[in-house]
């Protein structure tokens, strides 16, 4: 039986996802007692210079570690990933004005969900179940001229599947929901006007949500019916700072972008998320045992779906690995199967573990 090192198991869940364990640890030390002020962090006010401090730093290395220009904010605002579906929406589609949605997966089925039932929305494509023929072939895609913008999901986190290209149409702006890749690999930040991510992925724990959006965007948002806290050109007025943010998700996303950047940055995480999925992925192709259904151009980078070619071992293999120290490889509800998230903070030899106690598995059952 495989063990894990360290006391800690791997968590392999899809979100809230594994953190450094050096970041843990250090959040505990600085628990009681904040940099000598005498107070925790979760009692640090949030108008106080030191939090502003934290939030400034945050600020100023996300841009760095992304390359973010100067026309865009970057907003940290306390609320999940699932809020910026209507508030979209409800910000950036106008009187007789539609979205189009690229269907490539749950997360944006839902999004487009709630954008149809707020505003109008449509379809540029949409993939069937199993078929990803939609996402590989965009000569197919259809866009409307009264388009307020452009949405994708670049990861879709439930489906283990990763788009190879963005929706394009004149200059129409691209709002993308990169709650499980931001910072897992590089990107181009110019070639979107609004990118969310929800913080408990890849940047923090649960609670928070960072945005990234063009100014000139958010000149056109008609903020007359919209509550306060909903329309992004007011949040960013007050520089995330118009409600209370979520504090101390604020200062452990400091912390792991501080990581980020001492392991080399995203490109060099980008490498080595590469190298832990091509060693899963490989090891799942070759396998008799086990399988991954999606086509190896769209698979994920970071949400490894698969699953046993006999069912009836699920619940076994789920129990076995998580007690070998390998937690939460169950696949989503909607959807199933497996599921193993290889985020930023889970290290090569977690990915090694769990291939050591697949291959035994494997082994024991045949
Ligand atoms: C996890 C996830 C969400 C939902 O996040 P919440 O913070 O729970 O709303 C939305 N989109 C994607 C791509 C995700 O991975």
Redo the contacts with the bound molecule.
């Keep these: 039986m495989i063990t894990t090192m360290m006391n800690r198991a791997y968590n392999f869940g899809a979100?809230p996802a594994m953190l450094p364990e050096s970041i843990l640890q250090e959040a505990q030390s600085e628990l009681l007692n904040y940099q000598d002020l005498r107070l925790s962090i979760l009692e640090l006010g949030h108008r106080t210079e030191a939090f502003r401090e934290i939030l400034f730093e945050a600020e100023t290395l996300l841009r760095r570690l992304l390359g973010i220009p100067d026309e865009y904010k970057v907003l940290f605002l306390g609320m999940?990933?699932?809020q910026h579906f209507s508030m979209v929406a409800l910000n950036f589609i106008g009187q007789n004005q539609t979205a189009g949605y690229l269907l490539s997966g749950i997360?944006s089925r839902l999004a487009f969900e709630e954008a149809s039932r707020l505003k109008n929305a449509y379809s540029i494509a949409s993939v069937e179940e199993g078929n990803l023929q939609a996402l590989t072939h965009s000569s197919g895609w259809h866009f409307a001229e009264n388009t307020a913008y452009l949405y994708a999901?670049p990861?879709e986190?439930i489906n283990g599947i990763r788009l190879r290209a963005l929706p394009k149409y004149k200059d129409k702006p691209l709002i993308a929901?990169m709650?499980?890749c931001l910072l897992t690999e590089p990107i181009e930040v110019k070639d979107y006007a609004l990118i969310f991510a929800?913080a408990?992925?890849n940047l923090a724990n649960?609670g928070l949500s960072v945005v990234i959006v063009r100014s000139d965007l958010l000149d056109t948002v008609d903020g007359i019916s919209l509550p306060a806290l909903l329309n992004y050109k007011n949040q960013a007025n007050h520089h995330s700072l118009l409600a209370t943010p979520p504090t101390f998700n604020c200062y452990l996303a400091l912390k792991m972008l501080k990581w980020i950047e001492a392991q080399g940055g995203v490109l060099a995480l980008y490498k080595r998320n590469c190298d832990k999925a091509k060693k899963l992925y490989d090891f799942i192709d070759a396998s008799s045992f086990y399988a991954c259904e999606v086509a190896k151009e769209n698979r994920s980078l970071v949400n490894v779906c698969f699953k046993l070619q006999e069912p009836g071992f699920e619940s076994q293999f789920l129990q076995q690995a998580e007690e070998s120290g390998l937690l939460a490889l169950k696949g989503h509800k909607l959807l199933g199967g497996l599921r193993a998230s290889l985020y930023n903070a889970m290290p090569l030899a977690g990915v090694e573990a769990l291939i050591g106690f697949m291959q035994d598995f494997a082994a024991s059952r045949s």
């Design positions: 979100g999940p990933a699932r997360w999901c990861n986190t929901d709650t499980s929800g408990q992925k649960a």
